[in-house]
T-cell receptor, first 112, second 116 residues
Framework: KNEVEQSPQNLTAQEGEFITINCSYSVGISALHWLQQHPGGGIVSLFM???GKKKHGRLIATINIQEKHSSLHITASHPRDSAVYIC??????????????FGKGTHLIIQP | NAGVTQTPKFQVLKTGQSMTLQCAQD?????MYWYRQDPGMGLRLIYYSASEGTTDKGEVPNGYNVSRLNKREFSLRLESAAPSQTSVYFCASTRTGGRSNTGELFFGEGSRLTVL
């Protein structure tokens, strides 16, 4: 079964800390998405990756295709980064009718 | 540029009532999706539309119907609401569909539905 696992499920850190959220998947993919959802809010796409590394402001996303693993890093974390971060994977075979499988999310809280 | 717009944002229904969630996108995207989000679970696909006039069932289609009215609009209908349909619903769109698609996902703000 095609699976997406995120870790940790919950993470509380102090303002300024370097944050890493991980996403592992079971089989080959064509793309991996990192999404952000603020409490009570909509979902925003942060990154879409098929290889390598992308950076946007304080956010960095990396993917290792051989190890079937991606990480989302936040540098100099701030309370406004508090949100649920969701990994979504488009498997080459299997997965949903749209080809996407979502992780359950990582709930991040940054304390001032 | 409004992106993906969903209405209503909140709705309370009684068991057995019907309602339609509306979704529209202004990005000329081919593919549109309806997901539900429940505590402790990832987003689950209800229905998917690869293009105007086509729809496909997702993981949890029972109790729902959809209509791709035109390229912009994709509505989700609950014919006879049940408490198990209490959830947050998200509409999304992307430029193209299918497994080879690497297009960015755009989501609406969500619709919080409570069925009593």
């Amino acid at each position: 079964k095609n699976e997406v696992e995120q870790s940790p499920q919950n993470l509380t850190a102090q303002e300024g800390e370097f944050i890493t959220i991980n996403c592992s998947y079971s089989v080959g993919i064509s793309a991996l998405h990192w999404l952000q959802q603020h409490p009570g809010g909509g979902i925003v796409s942060l990154f879409m990756l098929s290889s390598g590394k992308k950076k946007h402001g304080r956010l960095i996303a990396t993917i290792n295709i051989q190890e079937k693993h991606s990480s989302l890093h936040i540098t100099a974390s701030h309370p406004r980064d508090s949100a649920v971060y969701i990994c979504a994977v488009r498997f080459l075979t299997g997965g949903g009718a749209d080809g996407l499988t979502f992780g359950k999310g990582t709930h991040l809280i940054i304390q001032p | 540029n409004a992106g993906v717009t969903q209405t209503p944002k909140f709705q309370v229904l009684k068991t057995g009532q019907s309602m339609t969630l509306q979704c529209a996108q202004d990005m000329n995207h081919n593919s549109m999706y309806w997901y539900r989000q429940d505590p402790g679970m990832g987003l689950r696909l209800i229905y998917y539309s690869a293009s105007e006039g086509t729809t496909d069932k997702g993981e949890v289609p029972n109790g729902y119907n959809v209509s791709r009215l035109n390229k912009r609009e994709f509505s989700l209908r609950l014919e006879s609401a049940a408490p198990s349909q209490t959830s947050v619903y998200f509409c999304a769109s992307t430029r193209t569909g299918g497994r080879s698609n690497t297009g960015e996902l755009f989501f609406g703000e969500g619709s919080r539905l409570t069925v009593l």
